[in-house]
């Protein structure tokens, strides 16, 4: 290879280890290097489609990125070009050095306990003040709201919605059968109408109020302190539990934020769970509940099903927090976000000539846009995939999915030139499907 490429030894080598990193070669000791078989590898390929079911436009959302041929601005994840990455590795070579049988110890539910001291100080700058022993590390908000949903509502109550919301609880919903009742965010994405409120706890048997309340997926609004402190005197009265799934709350930035509703929770009526998939990676899968006056429950239910999280990436996050990285971490992706979300409000402004209505998120990265006029979002997804690009359907966000005038877009990204001109492609095109 040596003479063949005319390069010098360390390079060959160098480009073999490339090669054994990702995965197209491997080596047997004393013999050389060998290719992995094709038929190892795993290529999944589909055929670009309008489908119009919830889960089929939802596993397409999580499918299609520009390496499977497809731009993709419709899923609420942070991107991996804003992954800490080498912070990460040094946290995994730390505990690598510092142990000789990490990745045999297995760390049953509720999870490692320096991690759970960590989160309870990260809870502080929430407005919530807990112990370690309140907190429950779970797989992700998802594992959260499943267990929660499975443990506290009882048989004959229903479980109260703010629409649009995110389609994980809507499909757990359904896939569950479970009773559910709706009710509006405003337009603007910062209050709920109380007098309805009132209106439907008195009339419907509520067991369960489920709100994210800070950079709501999918209008990327956040609720007025005033409208929670509303909610929450409600609640009391009602003793309904309040599901706070607030997963984006480090994204907000400013002394002003509103606090969440567990901070003024004197009556422990509200289950609490967060995750680090919109600040670190979706794919650690590490999140956490603080279930409240349901303790018994929701942390029984998880002992039950020897549920727990992955040992080593939890004392990766232990790890990662414990060095102070996360703050940094977080000021950097508020940075990037404030730059992406003035972008789209500046190009959302100019083409929108009244006929899109659309409030710009204070933080985060989803942009929830509302079509003024009469729009065929078949055609509209139709052309999209037709220019390599994946939109789904707004009526997702939708319990009873009647609602198709909506679009929401998420800027979770680095963005370079394409992802410019395939945002203004977007936006220009809503227009014209409109006009
Ligand atoms: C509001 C909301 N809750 C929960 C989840 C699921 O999060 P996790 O990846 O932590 O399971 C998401 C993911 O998009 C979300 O937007």
Redesign the pocket.
Known sequence: MIMKFGCSKTTVLRAIEQLERDGLVYSKQRIGYFFTLKNNQCIILRKPNISTSRSDQINELLYYNPKNGMYNYSN??LDKSLAPHSYIQKCLRAIITGSSSFEEEFIPSPGLPSLRNRLSFLMVNRGIHCHADDILIT?????S?GTILKNVINQNSKILLVVPC?Y??IQFIESNKLPAVTIPLSDTGDEIDILNLEKILKTENIGLFYI?PTIH?PTGRTLTTHTRNSIYKLMKTYQIPILE?D??YDLMVGPDRPKPFKSIDDDNIVIYFS????TLS?GF?V?WCLPGKFRKEIFGAELLNNSTVSSITQKILDEYLKRGYYTPHIVYLQSVFKKNNQFMKDLIAMRSENILSYTPPTAGFIHWIKLNKEFNMETYRKYCLSNKTFVPSGNIFFLDKTNTNFVRLCTGLKMNKKDITNLTFLINSLKNHLS
């Not at 797989?139 to 594992?143: A, I, L, R």
């Not at 995750?275 to 919109?278: G, H, L, V, Y």
Request: aromatic residues 14%.
């Open positions: 609420a994840v797989s992700g908000d998802t594992q709201l995110y994980g609880i994210n997926n799934d997963i984006f995750s680090f998939s919109k979706p899968r999140g």
